[in-house]
Every structure is written in C-alpha cells, then in structure tokens.
C-alpha cells in the first residue's frame, strides 16, 4: 500500500506563526505546496527558516521543468533578504551567479541591497554585466544600498548602459556612495536622452559638494547652451555661493553666449536657489526680460529669498496672543467682515485672525486690510 501524501494547511501555518511547520512544508513533494510555503516564510520572517530557505533557493537544472519551483525560489530570495541575517548571503550570491531565471536572479540581487553586505560586492558587480536588464538594474540599486566604494567603477560604468533604468540606478547608487571620482562620468549625464535619468543626475552631483564645484562651473563656462543651463541648474542646488557673483554678471551683462533664454532662466532660478541677498538686484531687473520663462523664474527666486530672509521670529504677549510678520509669499486665504479678518498659510498650520478695536475716520475694516 503506497504512503498516503501529505497536505499542510499552509494558511493556518502562516496565521499560527509555525515556522517548524511551513519548513517542513517548503520540502513537500507537492511543489504547489513548497511555492505557498515560501511565500508563508517571506510573511512571517523568522530567522529559524533561513538554512531552509537556502536550500529552497539552490537551483538544480531539473527544476527548468517545473515554473512552481521557480516561484518557490523567487519568495525564497525574497524571505532571505526580509530576515535580513547575513548568512542568507552566500546562498543569494550562488542564486546570482548560477540560476537561469531573471526573476530569481534580480531578486537575489535586490535581498542582498536589503541585507546590505559588502562581501557581495564583487558579485554584485559581475551581475552589473548580466544579459538581464533588471538584473543590472537591482544590481545597481543594491550596490548602492551597500554603500561599498569598491564597487564604484563598475557602477561608472554602467553610466554607459544601453538601458535608461540601469542608468539612473547607478546614478543613484553612485550618489549613495559618495564618491567625488564619478563627478565626470555623471558630468556626461546631463544630457541623457531620458528625462529621469537627467533629474538624477543633477541630483546626484548636487549632493557631491565642493568638489563639484569646479567642473560643473568649467561645463557652464561653454558653448553648449543645454549644457550650461543643465549646469546652472545643478549649481544653484550645490548650494555654494561662489557661483552668485559668475550669475549676477549673465544676468546683467547678456554677453552672446547668454542670449539663450533657458540658461538665463536657470540662472535666475538657481539664484533663488543660493539664497543671497546680492543677486536680488539683477533679478529685479531680470523681472523686464524679453521671456516669460525668464521673469517668472526671476519673481520666483525674489520670492524665495525673500522668504529666506525672514526670521520667523513670534513674540508672545501674556494674553495669549502672538505678534509676527509673515513673509510676502504666502498665499493668504482670506475671510474679512465688518469687524474681523481672518486667513491662514497655504499649509494651514497658522491662523492669522486681526480685529477692529476702534474707529479709523471714514476708513472701513475692509478698506483697512486693502492698506495693511
């Protein structure tokens, strides 16, 4: 008499925590039953399955045959990188480097970046030249997780990928990183044929500090006039105010090559940016550019520094009451009577309410808050 096969309920498992249960399950003869066992485990996130899950996740080549053990090796990937222990590495470095599915490889990658060990760099950085695109993609994403600089170069080199995701990921991870040797690779970037990957440019070699100062000021210095307002725009969130005396001169000067209407718009923005009270002249007269694109962003940057200006300093009198000037900015809205007005910020987080405690003449309550 053949042995009568055996079905957990891996839902109760699951509900009653029963990790000696659901690992037992994840070696059932019933595949169905491994694939449901291994996502129970991804739910639960218990340490005590980890050399399970590791064996779950060790591919043999009979399993091409079966896409239920594929999917069991896919949660198992991702439990390993939920739990977190490091000893669930080495199993995903192997998964990296020898499973034939994309999806169990890219997401050995990524729980590797979840657990954030820096032994797998160098696979990781093997699997930057995987013929998978999302593999690279969540090679990048964890080697940037990491943090590791060691894998910096092969990350500089997958700036050239043929795949915009890849691109911005290692834009990204590269920025995580820190490190002032991909300043000119990134430099390159800016004018990227995607979009998304250009904003992560711009934020990434922002976030590089001074030593991004001096090459991103030599590319504003050309000829290339997306280049230079690519440039201005990633100066003005470097935040370093060397560039406001170089800004105020395009602003005021119009030399040639500043005659291009979107790097006089950057500037000005970029201006507004950097906060100093220096550029607020040439912004003003800015405001009479022949291009709207270029006075808004003018009015926005006297705007914010402006705003930046303001203390936001709150006197409190002992009835209760505050006393503080608001900056020109905000957008009040308003509600005026006879006797009251009342508003409040655009974030409504303050209450501005203002009575009428006498007469003025003939000067009405509205008429009042039109003067103030």
Same mark, same amino acid.
């Given at each position: 008499?053949?042995?009568?096969?055996?079905?957990?309920?891996?839902?109760?498992?699951?509900?009653?925590?029963?990790?000696?249960?659901?690992?037992?399950?994840?070696?059932?003869?019933?595949?169905?039953?491994?694939?449901?066992?291994?996502?129970?485990?991804?739910?639960?996130?218990?340490?005590?399955?980890?050399?399970?899950?590791?064996?779950?996740?060790?591919?043999?080549?009979?399993?091409?045959?079966?896409?239920?053990?594929?999917?069991?090796?896919?949660?198992?990937?991702?439990?390993?990188?939920?739990?977190?222990?490091?000893?669930?590495?080495?199993?995903?470095?192997?998964?990296?480097?020898?499973?034939?599915?994309?999806?169990?490889?890219?997401?050995?990658?990524?729980?590797?970046?979840?657990?954030?060990?820096?032994?797998?760099? *160098? +696979? #990781?950085?093997? =699997? /930057?030249? !995987?013929?998978? %695109?999302?593999? $690279?993609?969540? &090679?990048?994403?964890? @080697?940037?997780?990491?943090?590791?600089?060691?894998?910096? *170069? +092969? #990350?500089?080199? =997958? /700036?050239? !990928?043929?795949? %915009?995701?890849? $691109?911005?990921? &290692?834009?990204?991870? @590269?920025?995580?990183?820190?490190?002032?040797?991909?300043?000119?690779? #990134?430099?390159?970037? /800016?004018? !990227?044929?995607?979009?998304?990957? $250009?904003?992560?440019?711009?934020?990434? @070699?922002?976030?590089?500090?001074?030593?991004?100062?001096?090459?991103?000021?030599?590319?504003?210095?050309?000829?290339?006039?997306?280049?230079?307002?690519?440039?201005?725009?990633?100066?003005?969130?470097?935040?370093?105010?060397?560039?406001?005396?170089?800004?105020?001169?395009?602003?005021?000067?119009?030399?040639?090559?500043?005659?291009?209407?979107?790097?006089?718009?950057?500037?000005?923005?970029?201006?507004?940016?950097?906060?100093?009270?220096?550029?607020?002249?040439?912004?003003?007269?800015?405001?009479?550019?022949?291009?709207?694109?270029?006075?808004?962003?003018?009015?926005?940057?006297?705007?914010?520094?402006?705003?930046?200006?303001?203390?936001?300093?709150?006197?409190?009198?002992?009835?209760?009451?505050?006393?503080?000037?608001?900056?020109?900015?905000?957008?009040?809205?308003?509600?005026?009577?006879?006797?009251?007005?009342?508003?409040?910020?655009?974030?409504?987080?303050?209450?501005?309410?203002?009575?009428?405690?006498?007469?003025?003449?003939?000067?009405?309550?509205?008429?009042?808050?039109?003067?103030?």
């Amino acid at each position: 008499m053949s042995e009568e096969k055996f079905y957990p309920d891996v839902e109760a498992l699951e509900k009653n925590k029963d990790v000696e249960g659901l690992i037992k399950a994840l070696e059932n003869d019933d595949f169905l039953i491994r694939k449901e066992a291994a996502r129970s485990l991804k739910k639960v996130g218990d340490e005590r399955a980890i050399d399970a899950l590791a064996k779950s996740l060790k591919y043999e080549s009979w399993q091409s045959e079966y896409p239920l053990l594929t999917s069991a090796r896919e949660y198992s990937a991702e439990a390993l990188g939920l739990i977190g222990d490091k000893r669930g590495v080495e199993p995903l470095i192997q998964s990296i480097k020898e499973d034939v599915d994309d999806g169990v490889r890219w997401r050995s990658a990524y729980a590797i970046g979840k657990i954030g060990d820096d032994s797998a760099v *160098e +696979a #990781l950085t093997e =699997a /930057l030249k !995987d013929k998978s %695109w999302i593999v $690279r993609e969540n &090679a990048a994403k964890a @080697l940037g997780n990491i943090g590791a600089l060691k894998g910096s *170069e +092969a #990350l500089m080199s =997958a /700036l050239k !990928d043929g795949e %915009w995701r890849v $691109r911005k990921n &290692a834009v990204i991870a @590269l920025s995580e990183i820190g490190d002032v040797d991909a300043i000119n690779p #990134l430099l390159n970037l /800016l004018n !990227d044929e995607d979009a998304d990957v $250009r904003r992560k440019t711009i934020d990434a @070699l922002a976030s590089m500090g001074d030593a991004a100062y001096y090459p991103l000021m030599e590319l504003f210095e050309g000829k290339d006039w997306y280049t230079r307002s690519k440039a201005a725009e990633v100066l003005g969130k470097l935040g370093d105010k060397r560039a406001v005396d170089v800004f105020i001169n395009v602003l005021l000067n119009k030399k040639k090559k500043d005659r291009n209407r979107y790097v006089r718009g950057r500037v000005a923005e970029a201006l507004g940016n950097l906060g100093d009270e220096r550029a607020v002249d040439a912004l003003i007269d800015a405001l009479d550019d022949e291009t709207l694109f270029v006075r808004q962003k003018a009015e926005e940057s006297i705007i914010k520094i402006r705003s930046l200006s303001y203390p936001g300093k709150f006197i409190q009198f002992s009835n209760g009451s505050i006393s503080f000037n608001y900056p020109e900015d905000w957008n009040m809205k308003t509600i005026v009577t006879d006797e009251k007005f009342e508003g409040k910020n655009q974030d409504q987080s303050i209450k501005l309410s203002i009575y009428k405690k006498s007469d003025l003449e003939d000067v009405s309550f509205k008429e009042l808050i039109k003067i103030w």
